[in-house]
T-cell receptor, first 112, second 109 residues
Framework: NAGVTQTPKFRVLKTGQSMTLLCAQD?????MYWYRQDPGMGLRLIHY???????AKGEVPDGYNVSRLKKQNFLLGLESAAPSQTSVYFC???????????FGQGTRLTVV | AQRVTQPEKLLSVFKGAPVELKCNYS??????LFWYVQYSRQRLQLLLR??SRESIKGFTADLNKGETSFHLKKPFAQEEDSAMYYC???????????FGGGTRVLVKP
């Protein structure tokens, strides 16, 4: 029972490089979320999805893109990484509104 | 816009003392409210939900719609309660799950 799995766990990027973070869930959840966690800022919502093929912007979407081509996967892309995107990224999923969200283990990204 | 505020960044208490984590929200409708916890080196996990009205690990939370608060309480803190706690809101309309800034709890022996 894997739950929510994020790939990779750690990554160091140079400014301007691109990368994709993968989130996979095996619970048949409709909703998926991407958050970033920064000291003193808590969890801030980047993008979310309420079903396969749909995405929506959260609080801090600039510099990120997402795709939900398959129900079980939610990809977060950084087209041109900046040092301000150094953070810990968390993916989460839930059945729907008001339901418990299950989290991945996090991805620690450093942009130098 | 919905917002969740946790005014305390750090709470330090002695083992056996009561602990209360404050959570205030702004939302005009009837939201669903949660407390999530992140223990050291572990992923975030649900601690409790408003709708279930249950006590988990001795913690309870009361929704006060008049004060728009959902404070988390435990009468006797234990060392294993040391963790990061997040209050979260799921709105009645729309699908954004919004978190507060988090409160770090340190329970000293």
């Amino acid at each position: 029972n894997a739950g929510v799995t994020q790939t990779p766990k750690f990554r160091v990027l140079k400014t301007g490089q691109s990368m994709t973070l993968l989130c996979a869930q095996d619970m048949n959840h409709e909703y998926m979320y991407w958050y970033r966690q920064d000291p003193g800022m808590g969890l801030r919502l980047i993008h979310y999805s309420v079903g396969e093929g749909t995405t929506a912007k959260g609080e801090v979407p600039d510099g990120y893109n997402v795709s939900r081509l398959k129900k079980q996967n939610f990809l977060l892309g950084l087209e041109s990484a900046a040092p301000s995107q150094t953070s810990v990224y968390f993916c989460a999923s839930s059945y729907g509104w008001g339901q418990t969200a299950f989290f991945g283990q996090g991805t620690r990204l450093t942009v130098v | 816009a919905q917002r969740v505020t946790q005014p305390e960044k750090l709470l330090s208490v002695f083992k056996g003392a009561p602990v209360e984590l404050k959570c205030n929200y702004s939302y005009s409708g009837s939201p669903e409210l949660f407390w999530y916890v992140q223990y050291s080196r572990q992923r975030l996990q649900l601690l409790l939900r408003h709708i279930s009205r249950e006590s988990i690990k001795g913690f309870t939370a009361d929704l006060n719609k008049g004060e728009t608060s959902f404070h988390l309480k435990k009468p006797f803190a234990q060392e294993e309660d040391s963790a990061m706690y997040y209050c979260a809101l799921s709105p009645a309309a729309g699908n954004k799950l919004t978190f507060g800034g988090g409160t770090r709890v340190l329970v000293k022996p």
